[in-house]
């Protein structure tokens, strides 16, 4: 089968200090650390073996994963696999990027954020434009906070015009017509984030053809509905797998929403689904009340 898998394991530790986010600065213990490389390194081991399935693969860790070395090893291995199609992870790219050397340019790709006031401006790029001399498939976005638009514009002018600038909306920012018209200028598919996404009782992926996975095995549908669906390891979840509506009333995150089969995500980024890249250069959606919540 065609499985796609979100994998978030323990780590919770980043090197950044985002005022946005919840684990900014938060520091792991040896021992978290440890617990953590265990649990991918097991996951990597199933991911591995499943040669009869068709694997594509997300990691979405709540930390920094790539500054660790065994992030950074997991993604250049499982890329090298014939049935893995495509294998990503979210990251702000405060790592080095010689490690993608050993990786299956075809498979591997990153989903990078920058964060300004975190790292410096020239850094993150001089990095965005090593990852288009290798080759290496990547979006790169920001988040939607009027303090990060003149960054955002000058991110959209010094990339390559192939790489995808997206916008997510900021967490409990509502967004003026005229304020959301600014930021659609750079990011013609950010109509899609303005607003949360009414879901509940609607057909979505999730729990059929895309599941989510924690650092010890347990399947559930998404990172945002808490029921299980099974093990990973001891294959129970497999015969949970099935079409099914979503429970919540609304879905308001990116690699949540983009399985909703009410909106058509999967064309806008067929082939990019996972790294959030279109498969065309996005045109601004006639949304109207379907962005709305």
């Known amino acids: 089968m065609d499985l796609t898998i979100l994998y978030r394991g323990p780590l919770a530790s980043c090197d950044y200090d985002c005022p946005y ?63 893995i199609h495509r294998v990503a992870i979210q990251t702000n790219l405060s790592c080095r990027t010689d490690w993608l050397a050993a990786a299956d340019r075809d498979t591997l790709a990153l989903w990078c954020t920058f964060h300004p006031g975190q790292t410096p401006y020239d850094r993150f790029l001089a990095k965005c434009h090593d990852l288009a001399t290798r080759n290496i498939r990547h979006s790169v976005g920001v988040v939607g906070l009027p303090e990060h638009l003149e960054h955002a514009r000058r991110l959209r002018a010094d990339l390559p015009a192939h790489v995808y600038l997206w916008v997510n909306a900021a967490e409990g920012h509502t967004y003026t017509d005229a304020e959301a018209d600014r930021w659609t200028a750079l990011d013609p598919l950010f109509p899609y984030s303005r607003h ?75 082939g990019g689904v996972l790294e959030r890249i279109p498969a065309e250069p996005p045109a601004a959606p006639a949304l109207g009340r379907t962005a709305g919540p």
């Open 196 to 270: 949360p996404h009414r879901s509940a009782g609607l057909p979505c992926r999730t729990g059929e053809s895309v599941i989510s996975v924690d650092g010890e095995g347990t399947v559930r549908r998404c990172h945002f509905v808490r029921s299980e669906l099974g093990n990973l390891y001891d294959g129970s979840y497999r015969s949970a797998l099935r079409p099914r509506p979503c429970p919540l009333a609304v879905c308001d995150c990116h690699i949540g929403y983009v399985h909703l089969e009410t909106l058509p995500l999967y064309d806008v980024f067929a």
């Open 21 to 83: 986010c919840p684990f900014a600065k938060r520091r792991d213990t040896r021992a978290q650390l440890a617990a953590d490389r265990t649990a991918l390194e097991r996951f990597a081991t199933w991911a591995a073996a499943q040669r009869e399935d068709r694997l594509s693969l997300l990691f979405t860790p709540w930390g920094e994963g790539l500054v660790r070395s065994w992030y950074r090893r997991t993604l250049a291995e499982l890329s090298r696999l014939p049935h």
